[in-house]
Structure formats: structure tokens, C-alpha cells
């Protein structure tokens, strides 16, 4: 009896030690998970953080986000339409001078082009900007920025300085979008150049 005994405490024992094994294993994937997306998605996940009001919630959309992003056919631009997206760029800043609300349109738009180009689907606004987080978390507040101002622009109520403002907001992402170095620097110091006259 006393042997049946020993094995029963011993046999609940091992139970609950692995048992908390199981739970501290849980614990520690889920940390490591939300860890790689803190670091992954950085502002976009604290964002969505607050949004939801819940860890699992916006764990789950982001991890979502990057299953639909992995099913797209999203590849980077070859160098001459690096060149043609480069120049129309600059068509767009100069636009600003004589029409800073068609620039801002124009650049919208040309923002689109590049991920039409890049392999993103077209689709409505909120969309777009789930798609793009995945891979260029860093700007996506740029784009957010950007589109409110534009907006104002189609419905006529920016100033000159929210256009600027959308523009350079427009620009970080743009530059993003093209994802070569070099277009990124050669685009970013012209951009600054050229509105810090405006």
C-alpha cells in the first residue's frame, strides 16, 4: 500500500511539475512572439495595442497581416523603373511650386503606382496601409499622415503648409517603397532641397 502510494504522489508530482513545464513553455513562445512582433512591427504594433485593448486581438491582426502579405507576389523594382519612378518624383515636387494641391494629388497617386508596381493589390485605403505594415512599419504613420492631408487637399480645406507636410510625408514612403539605397538617397536630399523653398 505504501509503495501504491509513493507511485500515486510521485505519478501527481510529475503531473504538475509538467504541467508547469507546459505553462512556462506557453508563456515563454507567446513572449517570444510578441517580442518579434514588437520588434517587427514597431509603432504599428503599439498602435494597434491601443486599438484593440487587447494583446491577443492585435497579435492576431498582425500575424493575419503577414499571412496575406505572404501569399502576395510583392518584388522589388528593377532599376529602370527605379528611374521612371525617380523622375516622376521629381515631375511631382516641382508641380509643387505653381500647384501644391496637384502635387499632393500626384503624389498619392504616384505612391499607389509604386505598389501597383511592387505587386501590392489594389484596394481601399485601410487596406493598403494593413498590406504595406508588414514590411515597411516605419513610414506607415508617414502614409497615414499623408493621406488625411490629402483629404483636406481634395476637399479644399489644407493650406500651403499641409501640403508641404503631405508631401514629405508622401516622400518617406515613396522612398521606402523603391527599397535601393541609392534611389533612397538621391531621392530624399532633392526632395529637401527643393521644398525647403516652398
Not at 505612391?111 to 505587386?119: E, H, I, N, S
Not at 513610414?139 to 503648409?161: M, Q
Request: hydrophobic content about 40%; overall charge neutral.
Amino acid at each position: 500500500m505504501n509503495n501504491d502510494l509513493t507511485a500515486l504522489i510521485l505519478l501527481i508530482a510529475g503531473a504538475v511539475v509538467l504541467g508547469a513545464v507546459i505553462i512556462a513553455a506557453v508563456r515563454w513562445s507567446r513572449l517570444k512572439r510578441s517580442t518579434q512582433l514588437r520588434e517587427h512591427f514597431g509603432p504599428e504594433y503599439e498602435r494597434l495595442l491601443a486599438e484593440h485593448g487587447s494583446r491577443d486581438r492585435a497579435e492576431r491582426e498582425l500575424l493575419a497581416r503577414q499571412k496575406r502579405r505572404d501569399a502576395l507576389d510583392i518584388h522589388p523594382l528593377s532599376e529602370a523603373q527605379c528611374d521612371q519612378f525617380s523622375a516622376e518624383w521629381g515631375r511631382v515636387q516641382q508641380l509643387f511650386v505653381d500647384d501644391p494641391n496637384g502635387a499632393v494629388l500626384a503624389a498619392d497617386a504616384l505612391v499607389q503606382d509604386v505598389m501597383r508596381a511592387r505587386g501590392y493589390p489594389n484596394g481601399d485605403f485601410d487596406q493598403r496601409v494593413s498590406d504595406l505594415s508588414v514590411e515597411h512599419s516605419s513610414t506607415i504613420e508617414h502614409y497615414r499622415s499623408a493621406r488625411k492631408l490629402a483629404v483636406k487637399s481634395e476637399h479644399g480645406t489644407a493650406e500651403t503648409e499641409d501640403l508641404r507636410k503631405a508631401l514629405v510625408h508622401f516622400r518617406a514612403l515613396f522612398s521606402d517603397l523603391l527599397q535601393t539605397e541609392a534611389v533612397k538617397r538621391e531621392v530624399r536630399p532633392v526632395a529637401t532641397q527643393r521644398l525647403s523653398h516652398v
